[in-house]
């Protein structure tokens, strides 16, 4: 399965994309913000995105609204 994660903090990212790694999955981008998760998933089209919820800019709820955006872009 392709997924595409993104997590703000650095460290934290590279361990998640380590675990989602072993469990045999192709983490085909790992990004640090909204904007770029909503690219990477147009981009990557995978079947699994992972978001954290409070990303820069603003730190408050990038990631449920990047997650809408995407949503209407790849509907189920």
Not at 1 to 19: F, I, K, Q, W
Not at 55 to 66: I, L, Q, T, V, Y
């Amino acid at each position: 399965m392709r997924v595409v994660l993104a997590e703000d903090s650095v460290l934290p990212r590279g361990g998640l994309v380590r675990l989602v790694r072993e469990t045999g999955a192709d983490v085909c981008a790992s990004v640090g913000g909204g904007d770029a998760l909503v690219h990477a998933v147009a981009e990557h089209v995978p079947g699994l995105m992972i978001t954290d919820v409070r990303m820069p800019p603003f730190r408050r709820d990038e990631g449920p609204k990047a997650a809408l955006a995407i949503r209407s872009d790849f509907p189920l």
